[in-house]
Nanobody, 125 residues
Framework: QVQLVESGGGLVQAGGSLRLSCVVS????????VGWFRQAPGKEREFVTA????????TPADSVKGRFTISRDNAQKTVYLQMNSLKPEDTAIYYC??????????????????WGQGTQVTVSS
């Protein structure tokens, strides 16, 4: 069973930065793609970005492109989401999740089977 714990959320002013962390408790970390998703109040959960065990990252969502960067530390079984130039519309609960890695890995939300509890990010204007 895979467990994920997010941290690093908080309140920040527009233009500021935050770094989220996701610690993955899994026997074999390299079996997984780790993704970040977010859900704003009244909206559906949406994909942000993802990364494979080898460090290959997906194309991020258009809304965060050029501002958010994903990385991972396999030794620490941790994935990071560096968020820069934050905007009020980035306010959401941010979740990390894992999907089994295959050669045709997908960033579709349905491919991710284990989720963390989420961390709140609030960006004030």
């Amino acid at each position: 069973q895979v467990q994920l714990v997010e941290s690093g959320g908080g309140l920040v002013q527009a233009g500021g930065s935050l770094r989220l962390s996701c610690v993955v408790s899994a026997r074999t970390f390299s079996n997984y793609v780790v993704g970040w998703f977010r859900q704003a109040p009244g909206k559906e959960r949406e994909f942000v970005t993802a990364i494979t065990w080898s460090g290959r990252s997906s194309t991020p969502a258009d809304s965060v492109k050029g501002r958010f960067t994903i990385s991972r530390d396999n030794a620490q079984k941790t994935v990071y989401l560096q968020m820069n130039s934050l905007k009020p519309e980035d306010t959401a609960i941010y979740y990390c999740a894992v999907a089994l890695y295959t050669s045709t890995w997908s960033t579709d939300i349905g491919a991710f089977g284990s989720w963390g509890q989420g961390t709140q990010v609030t960006v004030s204007s």
